[in-house]
């Protein structure tokens, strides 16, 4: 691994025991936006993953590496910095064909063109530098490779201080550290205008094919009537872009 030259974001939110048991409950329950409102858009977005090389940035428990493999993907390399998660990924994973690093993103170091798909789900926001990340996975990317990412909607990132379900935004043009509360205080984020994303994509060098934001869909809101705010104001950005081919 290269550990020289990068910005990392010293946050370890995820090894706090506290906010590790409140957010893993709410994910276990399946209560939050992920399986409503991200995972359907998310997947569809995906290139076919038949023998893909895959790598998962921010894979919390694992759970995407392993839908990953379930579509065909020939290996996925789990990437998260939070040893709680790191331990749950390895113990919830029975699959030769996932392996996990317990890492920072920014400090992940692989050979160029190597890998077929890098994705990230709602980890980004979680991201100081941005754009040497982005620069960085481009370059594992082999030309036509995919990058797919979801995070939280800058509509949701920019004013937290607003409460958890805004439907009003508020200091959206400054972007930057946002202290939150999500099950303990101290939960550091970053806001990141949505142009300032896509720009950074694109000055990866990468070609942004689609950018989503998703609402719940109609079946999740029969059966969950709460999630109605966020067919008001988006709760997650998804994008993805390609590695253009030589011309
Ligand atoms: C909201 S969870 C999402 C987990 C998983 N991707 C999913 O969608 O189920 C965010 C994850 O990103 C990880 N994370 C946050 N910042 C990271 C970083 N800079 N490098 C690697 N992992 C990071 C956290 O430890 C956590 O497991």
Redesign the pocket.
């Known amino acids: 691994m290269g550990w020289h030259n990068v910005s990392?974001?010293m946050?370890?939110?995820?090894?706090d025991e506290v906010f590790f048991a409140g957010?893993q409950a709410m994910?276990d329950a399946r209560s939050g936006i992920?399986e409503a409102v991200?995972q359907p858009a998310f997947l569809a977005l995906l290139p076919p993953l038949d023998d893909a090389v895959v790598v998962?940035?921010?894979?919390?428990?694992?759970?995407?590496c392993r839908v990953l493999v379930d579509k065909g993907a020939k290996s996925v390399l789990g990437?998260?910095?939070?040893a709680r998660?790191f331990a749950l990924a390895e113990k919830r994973t029975v699959d030769d064909r996932v392996r996990y690093l317990k890492?920072?993103?920014?400090?992940v170091t692989l050979p160029a063109s190597s890998v077929d798909l890098v994705t990230?789900?709602?980890?980004?926001h979680?991201?100081a530098d941005l754009p040497p990340?982005l620069e960085r996975l481009a370059t594992w990317l082999r030309p036509g490779g995919w990058f797919v990412a979801?995070m939280e909607h800058p509509v949701v990132t920019a004013a937290p201080e607003l409460g958890s379900h805004p439907c009003i935004v508020d200091n959206y043009a400054s972007e930057g550290e946002r202290d939150t509360t999500w099950y303990v205080e101290g939960v550091v984020k970053y806001h990141r205008r949505i142009s300032t994303i896509i720009n950074g994509v694109i000055d990866a060098g990468l070609a942004i094919r689609r950018v989503i934001e998703p609402t719940p869909t109609t079946e999740s809101l029969v059966q969950r009537p709460n999630l109605d705010h966020y067919g008001r104001l988006p709760a997650v950005l998804i994008l993805a872009a390609t590695k253009p081919l030589p011309r």
């Open positions: 990392v974001s946050q370890n939110i995820y090894d957010y994910r992920n991200k998962d940035l921010g894979c919390g428990d694992g759970q995407l990437v998260d910095h939070s998660m890492s920072f993103a920014e400090q990230s789900s709602l980890a980004l979680y991201v990340l979801s």
